[in-house]
């Protein structure tokens, strides 16, 4: 006897309630507060925070708690907590020419003003595992201050230093602050797309994905070598201009990673060899994602530059459309799914094709010995 | 203007009714007017994040989001079937976010939210079919980049297409194409039917009720509005064919619906039952019976579903 | 919380904007979908001068920051400026060939037509609506349409259509997938007349 399986509505609540079970682990083991997520797992809270684009340090610790720790999970959860939110006012572009910096350093240069400041890095770490950390037993050692504080205007290494020789391409500042900016969380994306929401996308962007396309510019698939013209970590503050104001007023700060790549570009007809560069920006402390989207802005400048497109981070619409972790793990995951009226009708047909081959066959072996009664001669 | 108006019904939900704000259904419901004027093209709109992977039917979701209102009353249906776990999330999802009256009956929904079906029972004009789409492009297994294929739906460049289905029939002597078989709209736009089988693409030909399509992902809406002819393409030596089945349905005996197959042991049995569980039902409550009805005589079920006559 | 109108001369918009947006809406889809069917506008909103009821209804239901509006001269009444401003929120612009929306009347000066968006070959959905402001909508058979959304054929009557507009219609007709999509609004109803519908003139 066949029962159609019934009870979908049951099953799913109870499967909630043992997913809240399995995200509280042992209770014997203390349960974790979204306060020493947003503070001790900072990289995963600011890694959430980019890629879900809102910066809301409190939000993204109860989306990685919430996630079990999937950070791909949490980015879901801020993305669809941000769809819902009114949108009150657009910034002012942020300075970070005047950021408040915690972290800079260039590769192209040893010594240049303002100097390179480490800042807090795994750079030189030894990876070793400090197995302190798990006795949970001592207190990490605090910093010395510097007896100097960092360079209040801090150079830019590509702006104030690099095109004083108008060595590197020019990027003008548009001239209005209020210019019209994409944003592909407001409008269909549309191609072939221009560079700022190139950037929007691949600032939202999957960092492994990122990261892979970035390491593929530098394995051959794409012509730019790239160098770290600057680096530089730290706050800046957020403006917004209220219409009845008529002035811009801070509204707090954000941690932001910025990257210039510096490229090199051999000229053309029109114009003289000059370098050329890529750009990167993330919120929180985030160099692997800020080099890697400064290496995949400056392969996706292929078409501007007159380049050859000869690798997939060139090609701005296998990157955009698949550079989304929340699209891909969706669609992705959602063969799950049942499917069974599809499959019924590949079944119907795999079958109906093997038949008739079968049937082909069957009637070509009876043709053949039919032949081979009717002539016995040719047989031998 | 934004105006928020919080469910009356549900005094703690800080959601939209329906959950989307007003103007993201305002931008959904002017896409939905583009795609209604210009039949089986695809209207670009700035699909928002659902509280639902991509893929689970997040751009169905927001067509249904951006067109009920507090009288509809909605079927979701996943398979056929009321009673899968995504059609009872999605069901469940509009009971709470605005609040509306659900059913399991095809006839009694004013919206009906598909995945991979078209209900068995005719559609009428006062309902609304609303599809969900993970790829709403038919070119795109042919030509993966959006600017090539908008180029051909622009230009009407069918020819691959073509090739491709006629390819398959010198290849095996069939359009090897059972599900999301593409269909010619009104002489003029290409269109994916979304992955329902070719069994139902008949059934969309001149529909009297209204068939909206939305794919989240891929941010694209398109429509087809009421007696509007769709065509799937064909070939004079070879013309469109559905599947047909030589077993009838285990449970209520038709012989006219789409059937799925149910592996009864490991032994090679198996029965059919019909896809669209609201048909079976209503079937076996007019006194409709299969070979595996429960209340068949014993010994009249077999596996290979001849009819118990 | 619903915002009211600071002056006291603006009129309100919808009471309740989720519902009433949504049965006009709702009504607009039906209209599209039936083209030639006339549906009676199903609420009541206050139209300040130079827009009738369906047009306003119309437009507080489509029209937002994102949606550009045009108002011929003899419907951009300051009421009808200050109306759309408020609860809409859309830029509205002196140029026809800019707007998503076209404002206008029957009766009025139809030249601007002509300069409407039709879309492009890729985007034809990037095109203009007009809504056409009428005496009057009924179902005489001056006009026989025909096409999708329609099972054999509807009869569509608006007294005053002028041959000018069935001229620039079957023009536009014939750019299929481009051109624009008509509403006819009369005080208390609607007609749409998307571009797919072909027109024989009785």
């Not at chain 2, 509280?51 to 249904?64: D, F, I, L």
């Not at chain 3, 998503?100 to 070959?121: E, H, K, Q, S, Y």
Request: charged fraction near 25%.
């Amino acid at each position: 006897m066949y029962v159609a399986v019934k009870g979908g509505e049951r099953a799913i609540n109870n499967a909630h309630r043992l997913l809240a079970e399995k995200r509280r682990g042992d209770r014997d083991v203390a349960e974790i507060e979204t306060s020493q997520i947003e503070q001790q797992l900072s990289l995963s809270v600011t890694r959430v925070m980019a890629e879900g684009s809102l910066y809301d340090r409190d939000l993204a610790a109860l989306a990685i708690k919430q996630g079990r720790g999937d950070l791909i999970e949490a980015i879901f959860l801020m993305r669809a907590y941000r769809t819902t939110l009114p949108r009150f006012a657009f910034s002012k572009p942020v300075k970070t020419a005047e950021m408040d910096i915690a972290r800079r350093i260039s590769a192209t240069f040893k010594d240049l003003p303002g100097g390179q400041i480490l800042g807090p890095t795994f750079d030189y770490t030894h990876r070793l595992l400090d197995f302190t950390l798990m006795a949970n037993g001592e207190e990490p050692a605090t910093a010395h201050t510097a007896d100097h504080p960092v360079d209040e205007t801090m150079p830019r290494v590509l702006d104030d230093l690099l095109n004083y020789e108008g060595l590197i391409q020019d990027e003008p500042n548009p001239t209005n602050d209020d210019a019209p900016v994409a944003d592909l969380t407001r409008e269909a994306v549309k191609f072939p797309a221009d560079r700022d929401l190139r950037l929007q996308n691949l600032a939202r962007g999957d960092e492994g994905f990122v990261l892979a396309l970035g390491y593929s510019t530098q394995r051959g698939y794409a012509n730019s070598h790239a160098f770290v013209g600057e680096i530089r970590y730290g706050s800046v503050a957020v403006e917004i201009e209220p219409e009845e104001l008529g002035f811009a007023i801070d509204i707090g700060d954000i941690e932001l990673t910025e990257c210039e790549t510096v490229n090199k570009f051999k000229g053309s007809k029109t114009k003289l060899p000059q370098f050329t560069r890529g750009y990167g920006l993330v919120f929180g402390q985030n160099e692997r994602k800020a080099i890697s989207m400064a290496l995949v802005d400056r392969a996706m400048r292929a078409r501007e530059m007159g380049e050859q497109v000869m690798g997939p981070a060139q090609d701005e619409e296998f990157v955009m459309e698949h550079s989304d972790n929340v699209q891909a793990t969706g669609f992705v995951e959602h063969i799950k799914l049942p499917h069974y009226v599809d499959f019924q009708g590949e079944l119907e047909l795999v079958r109906r094709m093997r038949a008739e081959v079968l049937e082909r066959l069957a009637k070509a072996d009876a043709a053949d010995a039919e032949n081979a009664r009717s002539q016995p001669e040719a047989a031998e | 203007m934004e105006q928020t108006v919080n469910n009356p019904l549900e005094a703690s939900s800080a959601y939209n009714f329906a959950y989307l704000d007003e103007q993201t259904k305002r931008m959904i419901r002017r896409a939905l007017l583009k795609a209604v004027a210009i039949p089986g093209y695809q209207v670009p709109f700035a699909g928002r994040e659902m509280p639902m992977p991509y893929g689970w039917g997040t751009g169905g979701v927001q067509v249904t989001a951006a067109v009920i209102g507090p009288d509809d009353t909605l079927k979701v249906i996943d398979q056929g079937a009321d009673d899968t776990t995504n059609a009872v999330s999605i069901r469940q999802f509009f009971a709470k976010t605005a609040n509306v009256a659900t059913t399991e009956k095809t006839a009694e929904a004013s919206i009906i939210q598909t995945r991979h079906r078209i209900p068995e029972k005719e559609l009428r004009e006062d309902q609304i079919l609303v599809y969900q789409v993970p790829i709403p492009e038919p070119l795109r297994f042919l030509e993966p980049r959006e600017t090539e294929t908008r180029k051909m739906h622009a230009l009407e460049e069918y020819g691959l297409m073509h090739v491709k289905l006629y390819e398959d029939i010198s290849r095996h002597g069939h359009i090897a194409t059972t599900y999301a078989y593409p269909v010619m709209v009104d002489d003029r736009y290409v269109m994916d039917p979304s992955p329902t089988p070719k069994f139902d693409n008949p059934k969309m030909d001149m529909m009297a009720a209204l068939q909206l399509f939305g794919a989240g992902r891929e941010k694209r809406i398109y429509a087809l509005p009421p007696y509007t002819k769709v065509k799937s393409l064909d070939f004079e030596d070879h013309p469109f064919e559905v599947q047909s089945w030589k077993d009838e349905c285990g449970m209520c005996g038709a012989t006219d619906s789409y059937l799925d197959e149910v592996i009864l042991d490991d032994k090679g049995n198996r029965m059919f039952v019909c896809s669209d569980t609201d048909y079976c039902s209503e079937r076996q409550d007019a006194g409709h019976r299969g070979p595996q009805h429960h209340d068949q005589p014993l010994g009249t079920s077999h596996s290979n579903g001849k009819a118990a006559e | 919380m619903i915002p009211q109108p600071r002056a006291p001369e603006l009129l309100r918009g919808f009471e309740n904007a989720a519902f009433e947006s949504n049965a006009v809406f709702r009504t607009i889809l039906d209209a599209m979908a039936h083209p030639g069917r006339i549906y009676d506008l199903p609420l009541d909103v206050p139209a300040p001068t130079g827009l009738n009821k369906s047009a306003t209804a119309f437009l507080l239901a489509m029209a937002d920051m994102d949606t550009t509006i045009w108002l011929s001269p003899d419907c951009a009444s300051n009421a009808a400026n200050a109306h759309l401003k408020f609860h809409c929120g859309s830029p509205i612009t002196g140029t026809s060939s800019a707007a998503d929306f076209a404002v206008a009347r029957l009766d009025g000066d139809l030249a601007f037509i002509t300069d409407l968006a039709l879309g492009n070959a890729e985007y034809p959905d990037q095109s203009a609506t007009l809504i056409l402001q009428v005496e009057d909508i009924s179902d005489k058979a001056d006009m026989i349409l025909r096409g999708p959304g329609i099972k054999e054929s509807q009869n569509l009557s608006v007294p005053g259509l002028p041959a000018a507009f069935h001229t620039w219609r079957a023009e536009n007709h014939h750019l299929f997938p481009c051109g624009v999509d008509v509403i006819f609004a009369a005080d208390r109803k609607i007609a749409a007349l998307p571009r797919t519908t072909r027109i024989e003139v009785r």
